[in-house]
């Protein structure tokens, strides 16, 4: 009687660990995680915003795109700093950087990322009334020099040396 009790209680116990794996495999909210079919891809790439129109390869000039709106945090207890433009994303074979203008005419950098293939040697923060960054990789020294134009920040040269 005693093996048969056993027996049953390990048979009632793996029948409620599968089911439970089974459930958790197929999501635990009933939604089942497996690849998605060509019309779900499709559908989830409709819903995307378009990249950035990158540059050419070989072609250091730069492309200037403006962001977003900004938007300040709420329940901040700090002064708010002064109001700035917005900040422009400038693209180069060397990489992307994103500078924004201050009201008094300066310029600082936010950001900065190399392309592929590229690292950055050296990079000028800011605010100034001109900031650096340079990309550098086996071929190309790219020095991106941006300055305020008009409240915008404007690569002013770009020495592909």
């Known amino acids: 009687m005693a093996v048969i009790g056993w027996l049953g209680a390990t048979v009632l116990a793996t029948g409620v660990t599968l089911a439970a794996v089974s459930s958790i495999g197929a999501g635990i909210f009933g939604s089942p995680a497996g690849p998605l079919d060509r019309q779900e891809v499709t559908e989830a790439l409709a819903t995307l915003s378009p990249p950035a129109s990158p540059t050419r390869q070989g072609s250091p000039g730069p492309t200037v795109q403006p962001s977003g709106p900004s938007t300040q945090q709420p329940g901040t207890d700090a002064t708010p700093a002064p ?34 293939g590229f690292r950055v040697d050296n990079a000028e923060r800011g ?3 001109e900031v650096e960054v340079e990309f550098e990789s086996g071929d190309y020294d790219i020095e991106v020099k941006i300055r305020c134009v008009d409240g915008v920040p404007v690569d002013v040269e770009n020495d592909d040396g």
């Open 127 to 129: 605010p100034a009334r």
């Open 83 to 116: 109001p700035t433009a917005e900040p422009s994303v400038i693209t180069t074979v060397g990489g992307t950087v994103v500078a924004r203008c201050t009201t008094e005419g300066l310029v600082e950098l936010l950001s900065w990322s190399p392309a592929q």
